[in-house]
C-alpha cells in the first residue's frame, strides 16, 4: 500500500508506518520498560516473510490480538509477538516478582498493548475526529499476519524478541 | 483519609497496572474496587460510597461515556469525581468528556505520576498523600 484515501485526502504508507512506529515505541517504553527498533515495514503476505521471527522460529508459539477501529477510517488493527516475548512483557507490565508472566497474564496484556498501540497510532492518524475500538481478541493460530493484502505491516526488535504490528484500513479506504 | 475508589475497565491487565500506581502513589487509598463496564460500576456504587471514579471509554455493555452521562444525571453520584483514562487521545473526544462532567482525562499510556497527579487534581487539588 502506497497511500489511502481519508475524506479525499489522500494519505501517504510513511505516515502510517511513522504513527505505527511512534506508538510502538511511545507503549513499550512507557508501559513494560522495553525499548525498540524499527527493523522493518512492508505490505502484503510476501514482506512478512522478511521478519525475523517468523522466518527463523517458524515453530515459535506466537501471540496474537486483534481489534477494529471505527471512524472516518475503519479497519483492523493486529499486534503479534513470540510468547516468550509476551511473558518479559507482561511480567514487567504487572511489576510482577517472577521474570515472565503465565500464559493467561501475557494474553491479557498482550490485549491491552494492542489497545494502546492501536490508540496511539490512530491518535496520531485520524487528526482530532473520535474514532471507537473494539474490544481486542486473541487469535489462534493465526496464519497471516496482515488482515488485509492493502495493510501496513512494521515490525521491531525489542532486545527480547521481534513484535509485529499490522493496520488495515476498508478497501474503500485504500487506493 | 483514606480515598476509595471505583477502576471501571474492560482489561484486567489495566485495572490491575492502574492499581499498583495507586498503591505506589503516595495516596492512602483503602478500598479499591473495580468494574469491568459501565453497568457493572453503576452496581458497585449502589453498594459502596467512593470518592473517585477512574474510568475507560470504550467497554461493551456500557461505555465510560454512557456512565458518565448516567452519573452526571444522578442526584447522588454526581458529585462523585471521574477520571477518565483512555487510549482515545483526540481533542474532540476529551472536550465531550469534560463537557459530560469528567474532572480530569489521561491518555494511555501513561507515567504512574501522570495518573497520580490527575487524580489528586480531580479531587480537588490537595495532596492527600501521607
Request: proline fraction near 5%; aromatic fraction near 4%; include cysteine.
Amino acid at each position: 500500500m502506497n497511500s489511502c484515501k481519508v475524506w479525499g485526502v489522500v494519505m501517504e504508507a510513511t505516515e502510517i508506518h511513522a504513527a505505527l512506529a511512534a506508538a510502538v515505541e511511545e507503549v513499550l517504553e512507557t508501559m513494560c520498560f522495553l525499548s525498540v527498533n524499527a527493523s522493518g515495514e512492508g505490505a502484503g503476505p510476501a514482506d512478512l516473510e522478511a521478519i525475523p521471527e517468523a522466518a527463523d522460529e517458524e515453530d515459535a508459539r506466537m501471540l496474537t490480538s486483534e481489534l477494529r477501529f471505527e471512524g472516518r477510517m475503519p479497519g483492523t488493527f493486529r499486534l503479534s509477538l513470540p510468547m516468550d516475548l509476551a511473558q518479559v512483557a507482561g511480567a514487567a507490565f504487572l511489576a510482577l516478582d517472577e521474570p515472565a508472566a503465565t500464559d493467561a497474564q501475557a494474553g491479557e496484556v498482550v490485549c491491552e498493548l494492542a489497545n494502546m498501540i492501536c490508540g496511539a497510532a490512530l491518535g496520531r492518524l485520524e487528526h482530532g475526529t473520535i474514532f471507537r475500538l473494539s474490544h481486542p481478541e486473541l487469535i489462534p493460530d493465526l496464519q497471516d499476519l496482515n488482515p488485509s493484502p492493502s495493510g501496513s505491516v512494521r515490525w521491531f526488535d525489542t532486545g527480547e524478541g521481534f513484535l509485529t504490528v499490522a493496520l488495515a484500513l476498508q478497501p474503500e479506504y485504500a487506493v | 483519609m483514606e480515598l476509595h475508589v471505583l477502576i471501571v475497565d474492560d482489561s484486567p491487565a489495566m485495572r490491575n497496572f492502574i492499581r499498583r500506581v495507586l498503591d505506589l502513589s503516595g495516596l492512602e487509598v483503602g478500598l479499591c474496587l473495580e468494574a469491568s463496564n459501565g453497568e457493572e460500576a453503576l452496581r458497585v456504587l449502589e453498594d459502596h460510597w467512593v470518592d473517585a471514579v477512574l474510568t475507560d471509554i470504550n467497554m461493551p455493555e456500557m461505555d465510560g461515556e454512557e456512565l458518565l452521562r448516567q452519573m452526571s444525571a444522578h442526584p447522588v453520584l454526581r458529585s462523585i469525581p471521574v477520571l477518565v483514562v483512555s487510549t482515545d487521545r483526540t481533542e474532540a473526544r476529551i472536550q465531550k468528556m469534560l463537557t459530560l462532567g469528567a474532572r480530569g482525562y489521561v491518555t494511555k499510556p501513561f507515567a504512574p505520576e501522570t495518573l497520580r497527579d490527575e487524580l489528586v487534581q480531580s479531587l480537588g487539588g490537595g495532596d492527600g498523600s501521607n
